[in-house]
């Protein structure tokens, strides 16, 4: 059902968005490929619903282009748009049934037969036991579903979801992250999906655009996003990367070799940005979950050609799935592991003098000019 041709593209051009001194969108360059699942991910202020608003016409942008396709619509308004937008709100008309709220598009562009088409879409979102309902007798998720219907119904090139889930408390949240995702499959069309919720994003998007500041950071594949994360705020914005301060010692062939707290890591040159590679300062990254937990006991027993670090356990907690350590060593303050509950040993409990071990492959290498900390949640940012 996709189309292969560009037809459907959404591409901005040195778009940005001020409001006086305020810069709320630096001049950025995108494409969203026709079909895609696309994400615009980062925290509050990031100028993410603002560059949706820009593609949906709601907000006019300070320079730059928004092409749908080949035709330029910067100037166009909303309703003259091939877009339709869905909002945290969902903002259904609590008079009309079901069936009513979807027929709605049609029935003001004045199409006279609706019934297939609003039974159709019934069907692609699994509720056509409720047509007859009104919208206070729904879910949150499957008022959430009426609002997504009654976006397509009126074949959109583009919807643009802006938070769609926040409402939604965690277990709805997920379903409804799959739901989405297999209507997107199904219809085929190109979703633009506004969240800062990371697993959100990952779960959902084929692309994903993280924010920052106005800015894109970093454009990619979830996986790849996580995997080889270019900047701080991204590898602590996507999951949670432990950053260690060290010093390149070794550079020239395919790995790097740096010390730090004492210790020698190595890590591939090619998951290295381009400054690190000349040598000097470098922030060494590894995720939680890569990394292994011995007793120091049992140091005698991990495989040669390890990266390693001594450590002292300081906290655990035990989360079902995992059981998450932090972890001070010469290395660094607070380094994190996540170890699958398969086999534990007990005597990984605080106090226990330990050592952290994983493959050097898993270890990527940032600039060390960044702030170490960008990115990472507080307490103020998640509430």
């Not at 509720?127 to 879910?139: E, I, V």
Request: contains cysteine.
């Amino acid at each position: 059902m996709t189309d292969t041709n560009t037809g459907g593209d959404v591409r901005l051009t040195g778009i940005s968005k001020t409001y006086g001194s305020f810069t709320a969108v630096h001049p950025l360059d995108l494409t969203v490929p026709q079909g895609s699942f696309f994400a615009l991910l980062g925290a509050s202020g990031c100028g993410k619903t603002t560059t949706l608003r820009m593609i949906a016409g709601l907000e006019e942008p300070t320079t730059g282009t928004v092409f749908l396709g080949d035709k330029d619509v910067t100037d166009l308004p909303p309703y003259k748009r091939p877009v339709n937008t869905v909002f945290q709100s969902y903002a259904l008309f609590p008079h009309l049934d079901i069936y009513e709220n979807i027929a709605f598009g049609l029935r003001r562009r004045g199409v006279k037969s609706v019934k297939k088409q609003v039974g159709d879409m019934l069907d692609l979102v699994q509720l056509g036991d409720k047509a007859k309902h009104k919208p206070h007798q729904l879910s949150g998720g499957q008022q959430q579903r009426v609002a997504v219907a009654r976006a397509l119904i009126n074949h959109p090139q583009v919807l643009l979801l802006d938070e769609p889930l926040g409402a939604l408390d965690l277990k709805l949240r997920r379903q409804m992250q799959l739901e989405l995702k297999r209507i997107q499959t199904e219809v085929g069309i190109t979703f633009v999906h506004v969240t800062h919720d990371q697993e959100e994003a990952m779960t959902m998007a084929d692309q994903v655009a993280v924010m920052n500041g106005g800015r894109v950071e970093q454009l990619g594949a979830p996986a790849d996003l996580y995997e080889n994360p270019r900047t701080t705020f991204v590898a602590n914005f996507l999951g949670t990367s432990n950053l260690i301060e060290a010093e390149v010692v070794e550079t020239g062939g395919t790995d790097l070799v740096v010390t730090a707290g004492g210790g020698k890591l190595s890590l591939p040159a090619d998951r290295c940005s381009a400054a690190v590679r000349t040598g000097g300062k470098v922030l060494v990254g590894v995720r939680p979950e890569k990394i292994s937990l011995a007793h120091a006991d049992d140091a005698g027993k991990i495989a040669e050609g390890r990266n390693r670090v001594t450590g002292r356990i300081v906290d655990s907690s035990f989360i079902g799935v995992s059981t998450q350590y932090v972890v001070n060593s010469p290395a660094g303050a607070e380094l994190q592991v996540y170890e699958q509950n398969i086999e534990r040993d007990t005597r990984l409990a605080p106090g226990a003098e330990v050592v952290l071990h994983w493959n050097p492959a898993h270890t990527f290498g940032l600039d060390a000019t960044q702030d170490i900390d960008a990115g990472v949640e507080t307490v103020e940012d998640a509430s």
